[in-house]
């Protein structure tokens, strides 16, 4: 069982930048490729960025690549997702999620999901 706690959502301007922070519980994190999701009102949840167990592997949607990063510290538990040079449009509650598949995309390959943390971008 792994638990997912979302943080470091926030208000920021356009052009600006947010550190998002998901803390898991559990012994077995290092197992699992860690992703972020993004939902927005009205709109499906979309995939943002995944990393493999060791680290050693990204993805990222064309959306966000270049500008947002992910990270992991499995000592800590701990996944990232740096985002840099927000817009309006990347505006949506943002999930991280757990998966026992190498990189996934897609939500019905991930097993947990923390509770989402909010970002909203100002123009």
């Known amino acids: 069982q792994v638990q997912l706690v979302e943080s470091g959502g926030g208000l920021v301007q356009a052009g600006g930048s947010l550190r998002l922070s998901c803390a898991a519980s559990?012994?077995?994190?290092?197992?699992?490729?860690m992703g972020w999701f993004r939902q927005a009102p009205g709109k499906e949840r979309e995939f943002v960025a995944v990393?493999?167990?060791?680290?050693?592997?990204?993805y990222y949607a064309d959306s966000v690549k270049g500008r947002f990063t992910i990270s992991r510290d499995n000592a800590k538990n701990t996944v990232y997702l740096q985002m840099n040079s927000l817009q309006p449009e990347d505006t949506a509650v943002y999930f991280c999620?757990?998966?026992?598949?190498?990189?996934?995309?897609?939500?019905?390959?991930?097993?947990?999901w923390g509770q989402g943390t909010q970002v909203t971008v100002s123009s």
């Open positions: 559990g012994r077995t994190f290092s197992s699992y490729s």
């Open positions: 990393i493999s167990w060791s680290a050693g592997k990204t």
């Open positions: 999620a757990a998966s026992r598949y190498l990189l996934p995309g897609n939500p019905p390959s991930y097993d947990y």
